[in-house]
């Protein structure tokens, strides 16, 4: 079983770079207007449709479940070394779980996680955690995912 996801852009070119890099794989499909990456790890068939009217959706991110500390280190070292700006966290608390990841954007803006989960906790979050929250989120003191 694979997920599917369709999702459009203005820059087809700087998509297929960023998500080439996050997801380690070259389009199995690359056309003027489409690109199409077909994945195992993560299985995955994600399309990219150029559209200049692109606009990534508020309120939302995406994510990797990977199986260890040492691939988010991967994951880390692959988009810092493609110039990725990355958001890093080890060990904190979110959304229930103590978990380590990695967030990069792609050029619309729409964050993926890249991330391990180490324990189930009986806590969201921790308080100084901002995982998947918004600057506007953090300045008005929502907890993680909210």
């Not at 203005?10 to 297929?16: G, K």
């Not at 309120?59 to 199986?67: A, C, E, L, P, R």
């Not at 995982?131 to 907890?143: D, L, M, Y």
Request: proline letters at 2%.
């Amino acid at each position: 079983m694979k997920m599917h996801l369709n999702l459009a852009t203005c820059d087809l070119e700087r998509s297929v770079a960023f998500y080439s890099t996050l997801l380690g794989a070259t389009p199995t499909k690359r056309l003027a207007d489409y690109a199409l990456f077909v994945t195992d790890e993560p299985g995955l068939e994600l399309a990219l449709d150029l559209d200049a009217d692109a606009q990534a959706g508020r309120g939302q991110h995406f994510g990797i479940v990977v199986d260890s500390a040492q691939a988010v280190d991967a994951q880390i070292a692959r988009l810092e070394n493609a110039g990725y700006e990355v958001d890093i966290e080890r060990e904190e608390t979110c959304c229930y779980a103590n978990q380590t990841k990695v967030w990069a954007s792609d050029p619309e803006g729409r964050r993926w996680e890249t991330y391990v989960v180490h324990e189930d906790t009986e806590n969201r979050d921790d308080a100084d955690t901002t995982c998947c929250r918004t600057e506007t989120a953090v300045a008005a003191g929502a907890t993680c995912c909210t």
